[in-house]
């Protein structure tokens, strides 16, 4: 019996490998792997929060154990409350970053929602025994977003990438969900941002009456900057977006679908951008879904 438990293990190991062999970074060691994985939660309706998030940890770091479904309906239920709800769209970069940089972690620990952007992360949540139900990408969230807005004419305000890149995306959303409202487009100027430069968006924000705020500023810096004025904004849901602007402006297209359901995305994005994207991709994320793995490997064989 612990043989076919063992080759069945091994199984599912060679097919995560193969998968996807360049995805992949560093993470903090677990003295053993069970420690990887949260107590077993039971899923609620309406808003979870606290304990009763159903989450696992992957090197460190928690992560819902929700669909994409699932989190439409959260966003949903985010906007019927008067308080900032943050959410993190977890990929295998952020895992990377968050385990040199300990104030990212605990922005992504301490966020409303958390979900897998990356099929490594389903794969490693298979292999130790807590899988996460499927991939949900920053790009499916927003979209999410402005059928919603486009429904029920909740306002989103859409913050960041190059100039210009805001307004566009901005003018592509009404086109393309007709009836979503954009209650303003901005793009601040490359580089640190000051206190009276943060303020200023703050107050530009609030005075737009947006109930949602995509922030496109790259990671950590976009979700870092969520967490460090939740309290001054007045939005309902607050999402750090990355290139997703980008891809509603139409400045850069998202991979055909077949590579999005079989975790090729990634090799769509290089072949785009190979320069910027090569040392992360086959140096940095590659190393971090190899221990990602092997931590998995530990809980399922503890």
Known sequence: MRWRQLSSIRLRFDCVVTAEPMALATAHPRQAGARLLDARGRRRAGLRSGSGRDRV?????????????????????????????????????????????????????EADLAVADGMPLVWASRLAGRPLPERVTGNSLVEECCRHSATTGAPMFLLGGRPGIAEAAGHAIKMRYPGAVIAGAYSPPFGPLSEKDDQEIVDRVNRSGARMLFVAFGAPRQDTWIAAHRHELNVQVAMGVGCSLDVLAGAVSRAPLWMQRSGLEWLHRFRLEPCRLWHRYFVKDTAMFARLLAESLRAALA
Do not use: C, M, P, W
């Open 57 to 109: 940890v992957l090197s460190g770091v928690l992560i819902d154990r929700i669909s994409l479904a699932e989190s439409a309906a959260q966003i949903a239920a985010y906007l019927r409350t008067d308080r900032l709800h943050q959410i993190v769209t977890v990929n295998l970069d952020f895992l990377q970053i968050a385990q040199a940089d300990s104030g990212f972690r605990k922005t992504i620990n």
